[in-house]
């Protein structure tokens, strides 16, 4: 019996893909190659679909019965705030369309266990130390309203077929598990002050008058590695037992700042990683750390990965790469 991975040609997904492989598992990757690569799936079969495409349903029942699927790990979204900003209806299109795609057609074939790749963006700006899965949703914009969304329809889908599911709330996602499955989209912080040094410019900081210790923006970094092991251990929760709707932090509880991060950036590099402060950007909350109790306690999983082990392993799968500094 197989798992699924929507999205498992990606970043975050290929490092699940990778880690299911190397336990034996059979795996279909289920991607649209819009940012992923064939390349970083290994021995798992890729079916390339567009899950919020025409046909889409009975495309994604048929490969299911082909290959018995017992479990989907839906992780295939679309992710880029300022995208989503700009063409909401898109991605409300993207992001739950293709959620809605994958619950029909799980309940048409009847697989049961369902882990959902959702965001820390479902929070918008709380204000509180900790984040808790208790903490109120209140997103700040389109991407964050669908993630939020994808949690009610797997909550219903739960109350209403007995689906066993599960919704990992992702905070800032970083590193590479392996040299060859480093971050290639240049949209999170690390990878922009990789790509700013690869091409001769300063990071930017975007607003240094924040209150926090050092004016910089706080965040919760989670080395992908850890990320990934957090959808083994929630399938494995999964499979034990009958299970209601469940949602979960994966975070390490604590915080970083830019400044911290270009910090550690320059001691891996060497370079010299001196900042233009630029002007804040709409909709940053000052700090957004998880609190990773409850995953801790229900999952038995914990973040292996400080800030340290982050940033060294991104610059290792940077200089991997064929951008090289």
């Given at each position: 019996?197989?798992?699924?991975?929507?999205?498992?040609?990606?970043?975050?997904?290929?490092?699940?893909?990778?880690?299911?492989?190397?336990?034996?598992?059979?795996?279909?990757?289920?991607?649209?190659?819009?940012?992923?690569?064939?390349?970083?799936?290994?021995?798992?079969?890729?079916?390339?679909?567009?899950?919020?495409?025409?046909?889409?349903?009975?495309?994604?029942?048929?490969?299911?019965?082909?290959?018995?699927?017992?479990?989907?790990?839906?992780?295939?979204?679309?992710?880029?705030?300022?995208?989503?900003?700009?063409?909401?209806?898109?991605?409300?299109?993207?992001?739950?369309?293709?959620?809605?795609?994958?619950?029909?057609?799980?309940?048409?074939?009847?697989?049961?266990?369902?882990?959902?790749?959702?965001?820390?963006?479902?929070?918008?700006?709380?204000?509180?130390?900790?984040?808790?899965?208790?903490?109120?949703?209140?997103?700040?914009?389109?991407?964050?309203?669908?993630?939020?969304?994808?949690?009610?329809?797997?909550?219903?889908?739960?109350?209403?077929?007995?689906?066993?599911?599960?919704?990992?709330?992702?905070?800032?996602?970083?590193?590479?598990?392996?040299?060859?499955?480093?971050?290639?989209?240049?949209?999170?912080?690390?990878?922009?002050?990789?790509?700013?040094?690869?091409?001769?410019?300063?990071?930017?900081?975007?607003?240094?008058?924040?209150?926090?210790?050092?004016?910089?923006?706080?965040?919760?970094?989670?080395?992908?590695?850890?990320?990934?092991?957090?959808?083994?251990?929630?399938?494995?929760?999964?499979?034990?037992?009958?299970?209601?709707?469940?949602?979960?932090?994966?975070?390490?509880?604590?915080?970083?700042?830019?400044?911290?991060?270009?910090?550690?950036?320059?001691?891996?590099?060497?370079?010299?990683?001196?900042?233009?402060?630029?002007?804040?950007?709409?909709?940053d909350p000052p700090r957004l750390v998880a609190s990773s109790e409850r995953i801790e306690q229900v999952l038995g999983w914990k973040a292996e990965h400080g800030l340290n082990d982050i940033i060294a392993s991104a610059w290792e799968a940077w200089q991997a790469g064929p951008r090289r500094i």
């Open positions: 019996m197989s798992v699924i991975v929507t999205g498992g040609a990606g970043y975050i997904g290929a490092h699940v893909v990778r880690l299911l492989l190397e336990r034996g598992e059979d795996v279909v990757v289920v991607d649209d190659l819009s940012t992923g690569r064939d390349d970083r799936i290994g021995e798992a079969t890729l079916v390339e679909l567009d899950l919020a495409g025409a046909g889409a349903q009975d495309a994604l029942e048929r490969v299911m019965k082909e290959r018995e699927a017992r479990a989907v790990i839906h992780i295939a979204a679309r992710k880029q705030v300022g995208e989503s900003v700009a063409r909401p209806a898109w991605y409300y299109q993207q992001n739950v369309g293709g959620m809605a795609t994958v619950l029909a057609a799980m309940e048409g074939v009847g697989v049961d266990r369902f882990i959902f790749s959702s965001s820390a963006a479902v929070y918008g700006m709380p204000d509180v130390e900790l984040v808790t899965e208790d903490t109120t949703p209140q997103p700040i914009n389109p991407y964050g309203e669908t993630k939020l969304v994808g949690e009610w329809m797997a909550a219903d889908a739960a109350r209403a077929s007995g689906l066993r599911s599960a919704s990992l709330r992702y905070f800032n996602v970083a590193g590479a598990g392996w040299p060859d499955l480093g971050d290639p989209a240049v949209l999170n912080l690390v990878p922009m002050v990789l790509d700013r040094l690869a091409t001769g410019r300063r990071p930017a900081i975007f607003g240094d008058d924040y209150p926090t210790p050092d004016g910089t923006c706080v965040r919760d970094y989670i080395h992908v590695l850890d990320l990934a092991h957090a959808h083994l251990a929630a399938l494995d929760y999964l499979e034990q037992d009958r299970r209601e709707h469940a949602v979960f932090n994966v975070g390490t509880g604590t915080g970083a700042s830019v400044r911290e991060v270009l910090d550690e950036i320059g001691r891996a590099s060497g370079l010299d990683v001196t900042p233009d402060v630029e002007a804040r950007r709409p909709g």
